[in-house]
Antibody
Framework: EVQLVESGGGLVKPGSSLKLSCVAS????????MHWIRQAPKKGLEWIAL????????YYADSVKGRFTISRDNSKNTLYLEMNSLRSEDTAMYYC???????WGQGTLVTVSS | DVVMTQTPVSLSLAIGQPASISCKSS???????????LNWILQRPGQSPKRLIY???KLYSEVPDRFSGSGSETEFTLKISRVEAEDLGVYYC?????????FGSGTKLEIK
């Protein structure tokens, strides 16, 4: 059974940093691209980043480019999202998903507020 | 970016009624591979999204066959032949042909 478990969310102040993790199981993690998608409270879904199976390519939404970094450690079956210079508009539930968004984690909530 | 426009915003249907959701894209979703990466997902209340349909009309194995998808280029439709209680939630179309991936704004299905 495919499982994706996110962690690392929390309440932080504007301008601060946070690193999210997503631990994968139930499939060969090193063979699949992985995504981060977020959902602001009571809002729709926004794709924010993709990393290829071998980290050879990374893509970002314009809204996070230069502030967020996606990475992975295939030896630990773990996907990461490093978030810097956080803003109030980054407040959202953050989901990791296995390509092609076929499986989603339960999400981790990031709240950016002073 | 490709804009995905979903209609209606909400649906209120009784059990057993059919449902139809439209999704229109601002550009053709036919890729250079000849495949069209238009997909549907369902987010039930309080849950993370779940997969339903990929490449316009292909149902994932666990999805009941009362669901169907159709369309091409820029116009797509999700249909439920007979709504059941477990179908309530927000349906999103999303495209994976062009970067960035983009989602429709969602259609909320309520059960009368």
């Amino acid at each position: 059974e495919v499982q994706l478990v996110e962690s690392g969310g929390g309440l932080v102040k504007p301008g601060s940093s946070l690193k999210l993790s997503c631990v994968a199981s139930g499939f060969t993690f090193s063979s699949y691209g992985m995504h981060w998608i977020r959902q602001a409270p009571k809002k729709g879904l926004e794709w924010i980043a993709l990393i290829y199976y071998d980290s050879s390519n990374k893509y970002y939404a314009d809204s996070v480019k230069g502030r967020f970094t996606i990475s992975r450690d295939n030896s630990k079956n773990t996907l990461y999202l490093e978030m810097n210079s956080l803003r109030s508009e980054d407040t959202a539930m953050y989901y990791c998903a296995k390509s092609p968004l076929a499986y989603w984690g339960q999400g981790t909530l990031v709240t950016v507020s002073s | 970016d490709v804009v995905m426009t979903q209609t209606p915003v909400s649906l209120s249907l009784a059990i057993g009624q059919p449902a139809s959701i439209s999704c229109k894209s601002s550009q053709s979703l036919l890729g250079t591979s000849g495949k069209t990466f238009l997909n549907w997902i369902l987010q039930r209340p309080g849950q993370s999204p779940k997969r339903l349909i990929y490449q316009v009309s292909k149902l994932y194995s666990e999805v009941p066959d009362r669901f169907s998808g159709s369309g091409s280029e820029t116009e797509f439709t999700l249909k439920i032949s007979r709504v059941e209680a477990e179908d309530l939630g927000v349906y999103y179309c999303w495209q994976g042909t062009h970067f960035p991936l983009t989602f429709g704004s969602g259609t909320k299905l309520e059960i009368k």
